[in-house]
């Protein structure tokens, strides 16, 4: 029911719901949790391919993004708490802490088939997700109803907002704009209007902040780095653990109000950075050329070639656009993605957006050969991260970005093109029609 009100609660008209959901490892219905987004194994009755054969969900979502599927307005993850990394480890949690922060290559005694499942569902179709809640964190997802699911408390809130990395020169300068954006953010918690009472309760009481990252690809790129956490951005993360607390802690003390009970969160950043010109969150640039999908007033797709703005500047002072690293290119090394993501959250009291781009299920890189070498790796930083989610090429119908050549690119950018429609009713014979 929820997922259905999600499907018709939309900002603008275009911009669907963000709903997200997460079951226990251990819960007795987690085999059919795992499997209840495998759209291209749930056949359509009365709706046939040119062979006779029922169409999928799967293949029908691929011709028109609006054909409801199950939980398709809902982000699915799997929760793992401690008693997962006591079965892994075989040992109590408070032997596995001290252990695996002295050697994070401690061996796995048991890999619960559980895991191995997600893992293998996840190359394939993008979800399950993992929210990885261990240690002290064990308790911060719950049975609540909010939109902040790093809490212990029902109906709480985070004020979210992004510094921008690639604009700022400086680390002096930075500190200065991270202790600034703190302060505006616990201004928030205090003027923002709220729907209702509990929220507000909430709120007053946790005062929970998500100062986050964007640009971060391109303030690397820029200085000649490759995608990977390098000595001068563990200065200037450090800089954002430091000056977030100092900044909003200062503030409360002036104001006579209680310290934040968390302060950074690194969000998607999907539309602002489209918006600041810049890499999303921590991700790599996808590619350097790509062909985007967007609704239109007309509520049909539409699409236009683009050049990546930071690619476009990099290639304007001579570089060749081939010898720019993108997330496809990472997507060939996965470790090197999810230790990005690991060496970042160190300095980050929340949860981190990021997923990694993987090559579509049934490739030479992503197939039944490729799981157990995943898991492992996965499980190798686990203990590190607060989630972890990975989206297979093509996993998707509707999906907003292609990568293309960079000549193809040049050629038709600035262009818009209309997208070929396809009706729900004509596809399935009308039995979805006015769902």
């Known amino acids: 029911m929820i997922n259905e009100i999600g499907r018709n609660v939309m900002q603008g008209a275009s911009r669907r719901s963000a709903l997200y959901a997460s079951l226990n490892w251990r819960h007795g219905d987690v085999n059919e949790f795992l499997h209840c987004k495998d759209?291209?194994?749930?056949?359509?009755?009365?709706?046939y391919n040119e062979d006779g054969t029922n169409l999928t969900v799967g293949q029908l979502k691929e011709k028109d993004f609006n054909y409801p599927a199950p939980l398709d307005m809902t982000n699915i993850s799997l929760n793992y708490d401690n008693k997962f990394l006591e079965t892994l480890y075989d040992m109590p949690i408070s032997e596995v802490e001290k252990s695996v922060i002295k050697d994070s290559s401690l061996p796995f005694k048991y890999i619960p088939a559980t895991f191995y499942e997600n893992v293998r569902q996840a190359l394939k179709t993008g979800e399950p997700g993992f929210s990885f809640n261990f240690?002290?964190?064990?308790?911060?997802?719950?049975?609540?109803?909010?939109t902040e699911i790093c809490s212990e408390d029902d109906s709480d809130v985070c004020n979210l907002g992004s510094v921008n990395m690639s604009r700022i020169n400086s680390i002096e300068e930075f500190e200065d704009v991270v202790d600034a954006a703190s302060q505006f953010l616990l201004c928030g918690t205090?003027?923002?209007?709220?729907?209702?009472?509990?929220?507000?309760?909430?709120?007053?009481?946790?005062?929970?902040?998500?100062l986050g990252l964007m640009g971060v690809h391109e303030w690397l790129i820029t200085?000649?780095?490759?995608?990977?956490?390098?000595?001068?951005?563990?200065?200037?993360?450090?800089?954002?653990?430091?000056?977030?607390?100092?900044?909003?802690?200062?503030?409360?003390?002036?104001?006579?109000?209680?310290?934040p009970v968390a302060y950074r969160a690194i969000a998607p950043t999907g539309?602002?950075?489209?918006?600041?010109?810049?890499?999303?969150?921590?991700?790599?640039?996808?590619?350097?050329?790509?062909k985007r999908r967007y609704l239109k007033g007309d509520k049909q797709w539409h699409y236009q070639y683009v050049v990546d703005g930071t690619a476009k500047l990099l290639i304007e002072q001579g570089t060749d656009p081939n010898s720019i690293e993108s997330a496809l290119d990472l997507a060939n090394d996965v470790e090197r993605r999810i230790k990005f993501q690991a060496d970042v959250q160190d300095y980050v009291d929340?949860?981190?957006?990021?997923?990694?781009?993987?090559?579509?299920?049934?490739t030479?890189?992503?197939?039944?050969?490729?799981?157990?070498?995943?898991?492992?790796?996965?499980?190798?930083?686990?203990?590190?991260?607060r989630g972890f989610t990975c989206y297979p090429d093509g996993a998707r119908g509707g999906q907003p970005i292609t990568a293309i050549p960079y000549e193809e690119a040049i050629k038709h950018e600035g262009k818009e093109f209309k997208e070929e429609f396809h009706d729900v009713c004509s596809l399935t014979g009308g039995g979805s029609c006015g769902v």
């Not at 205090?190 to 998500?210: D, H, M, S, T, W």
């Not at 981190?352 to 049934?362: D, E, H, R």
């Not at 030479?364 to 991260?385: C, G, P, Q």
């Open 364 to 385: 030479e890189l992503n197939n039944e050969t490729r799981v157990y070498k995943f898991t492992k790796t996965l499980l190798s930083y686990a203990h590190r991260l």
């Open 223 to 259: 200085r000649g780095y490759q995608y990977e956490v390098v000595d001068e951005l563990k200065d200037w993360l450090e800089v954002y653990k430091k000056a977030s607390e100092e900044g909003a802690n200062r503030l409360a003390a002036k104001l006579g109000i209680n310290n």
């Open 350 to 362: 929340m949860g981190i957006s990021s997923t990694i781009n993987v090559p579509q299920w049934g």
């Open 271 to 290: 539309t602002i950075s489209i918006v600041a010109g810049t890499s999303s969150g921590i991700e790599p640039l996808y590619a350097v050329a790509y």
């Open 39 to 47: 759209w291209y194994n749930m056949p359509v009755s009365g709706a």
């Open 135 to 146: 240690f002290i964190k064990e308790n911060e997802t719950l049975r609540n109803a909010c």
């Open 190 to 210: 205090i003027k923002a209007k709220l729907p209702y009472g509990k929220i507000e309760e909430v709120r007053e009481k946790n005062r929970r902040l998500g």
